[in-house]
């Protein structure tokens, strides 16, 4: 198996790295309009929320704030938490100073009581994480009965297009070379198989509800025609689920 360190060229160049203050502004700047975020992630969680006029939702992971922004636009009642204290700044300068934005890690102790919120959005966030069992079990403390935990996270099987050497059934870190508005990144995150996303969930108490490999959304083939070849095209690239907390 290629080294964990090892960009997708397969050359070790840079370690690896899980903090978004060194490149947080060249991130929101390409996050704002790429067709990997803009038009296929964000697109896609808003879908699948749905109507979320008066409902409590914690954006985990929340960057600088485009979802946010966006489910309150919808009438939802938001809060944005994020480990990044440049993220949240920029946050707080797109969603003004009376926003609900806090500091927060999902290998720690969420900051608020049980039953806070009626749906948490999780956004290509849970990949960075090694063990999901404490961040799961914060998540499903923080929702209500019947509330929702709507995730994106990295489909496992374009890990094994991309990587077709390594071991898909094995839960590791791995190297993964990103390029934000210029500035390159080689992002740690890991690798779970399907099997292992969706027992997570389970083994959390979590019941699946919707599990979705969306289209991107229109407008993307006129955009983005090299990748985008037609306007019905469809590709893997992110996982979306639905998990429901009884």
Not at 104 to 114: E, I, M, R, V
Not at 115 to 124: K, P, T
Request: charge should be negative; include cysteine; charged fraction near 25%.
């Amino acid at each position: 198996m290629p080294s964990d360190h090892e960009n997708a060229a397969g050359l070790v160049d840079q370690t690896p790295t899980a903090d978004y203050d060194g490149f947080a502004e060249a991130f929101a700047a390409e996050n704002e309009s790429s067709l990997l975020n803009a038009y296929y992630a964000r697109p896609a969680i808003l879908d699948l929320a749905g109507d979320v006029a008066g409902r409590r939702i914690l954006d985990v992971g929340c960057g600088a704030g485009p979802i946010f922004e966006e489910l309150r636009d919808r009438g939802a009642i938001v809060t944005g938490v994020d480990p990044s204290i440049k993220m949240l700044e920029l946050a707080r300068r797109r969603l003004g100073e009376d926003a609900a934005l806090q500091q927060a890690d999902l290998n720690d102790p969420l900051p608020f009581p049980d039953d806070a919120f009626d749906d948490v959005v999780a956004c290509l966030v849970l990949h960075y994480l090694e063990d999901w069992t404490a961040p799961l079990a914060e998540l499903r403390r923080v929702l209500v009965s019947g509330g929702r935990l709507i995730v994106a996270v990295h489909h496992p099987f374009v890990y094994k297009l991309s990587y077709p050497d390594r071991n898909y059934f094995s839960t590791h870190e791995y190297g993964l070379e990103c390029d934000f508005s210029g500035q390159s990144v080689l992002l740690s995150q890991w690798h779970r198989p399907l099997q292992a996303v969706t027992g997570a969930f389970i083994e959390a108490g979590f019941r699946i509800a919707v599990v979705s490999e969306p289209p991107p959304a229109p407008g993307a083939h006129e955009k983005f025609p090299d990748d985008v070849k037609t306007p019905d095209s469809a590709f893997l690239c992110f996982l979306f689920l639905v998990l429901e907390a009884p």
